[in-house]
């Protein structure tokens, strides 16, 4: 058979043949769209960015991906057979890119026919920012009080400073200090706590580069407090029992110490005393006094460094 004869079997009933061809075609899609099946899967959107530039908007921690395949291939089909990702280092200078997402198959999903898988979206929106770093004050709030009669005298921290990473635009309006809270409700002694910074910022594109933790010392104390008595009675030590004494100089006294016990504490009839073993006539002396108070408290001051007292001859009792 020649060329001609070959071509004018070709085109013998052109028409009719070409009417069979998209019938046929027809056909075998019907069979396919009815022999196979199509599922949607959730799985997580993962973004590669090694290079000085990362994102400077939110994206999509997951995405859908359309999977039509055959009944058979689709009952093993699980998401972990599927990852999803968008690679930002293709891209070398700022600014705002439709960005595809690329999807990879395990080899079993690899091998499936017929087999189509699309990602829904197919490109996310991406504004890529140079990537800087900056240092951030910590500051401490306190909440709460501690219990009655006790004070914070003192507070550190380590580090004072946390370092963070992230786009320029959002690290550079990022706030000026980050506030860690430290409960002191009905605190009575010194604490140590180590304060996580990672929940105290909230907007995901900061990164904490160092470190992920402040460690803070609080020491709390009992609250010092100074209390006047006034008037003390003064206690004669050694006194001869042939005399009699009149306190002319009236003593008050400062003293120091916790609140709650001091608050709460009454003079002993001997918190002062005076040394009257030298006396061994009538008169009028001046002598110095000595504090005893117990060790929780302490001697501040007096009203006087003496007091003047009045010795005169006891009285004698009668014999009945």
Not at 33 to 50: A, C, G, H, N, R
Not at 203 to 227: C, D, F, G, H, W
Not at 274 to 280: F, G, K, L, T, Y
Request: hydrophobic residues 40%; charged residues 20%.
């Amino acid at each position: 058979m020649n060329l001609k004869n070959i071509f004018n079997s070709i085109i013998e009933n052109w028409f009719i043949k070409i009417i069979c061809l998209i019938i046929a075609i027809l056909l075998y899609s019907t069979y396919q769209s009815i022999s196979t099946e199509t599922k949607i899967f959730s799985v997580p959107l993962t973004v590669y960015s090694d290079r000085n530039l990362v994102p400077a908007n939110n994206i999509e921690k997951t995405i859908q991906i359309s999977v039509k395949t055959s009944p058979d291939n689709i009952s093993i089909l699980h998401q972990s057979d599927f990852k999803a990702y968008i690679d930002l280092d293709q891209y070398s200078i700022s600014g705002k890119y439709d960005v595809p997402v690329r999807i990879e198959l395990t080899p079993k999903v690899q091998v499936m026919e017929p087999l189509e898988v699309i990602a829904k979206p197919k490109k996310i929106p991406v504004m890529i920012e140079e990537k800087v770093s900056r240092l951030i004050p910590v500051e401490v709030l306190f909440t709460g009080e501690p219990a009655e009669g006790f004070e914070v005298i003192g507070t550190t921290m380590q580090p004072q400073e946390i370092k963070i990473s992230g786009p320029y635009s959002v690290v550079d309006s990022f706030q000026d200090a980050i506030t860690i809270t430290i409960g002191l409700t009905e605190r009575e002694r010194p604490f140590n706590q180590n304060v996580p910074v990672s929940p105290l910022i909230k907007n995901p594109l900061i990164k904490i580069e160092e470190p992920t933790a402040v460690y803070t010392s609080v020491n709390i104390i009992p609250k010092q407090i100074n209390r006047t008595f006034q008037n003390v009675q003064v206690h004669f030590a050694s006194l001869n029992p042939f005399f009699t004494v009149k306190q002319e100089t009236p003593v008050s006294i400062v003293v120091s110490g916790n609140q709650n016990y001091l608050s709460a504490y009454s003079l002993s009839q001997y918190a002062i005393q005076v040394d009257c073993s030298s006396i061994d006539m009538t008169g009028t002396y001046t002598l110095p006094f000595t504090v005893h108070l117990p060790n929780e408290l302490t001697f501040v001051s007096a009203s006087a460094e003496e007091i003047t007292i009045s010795v005169d001859t006891a009285p004698i009792e009668e014999m009945p």
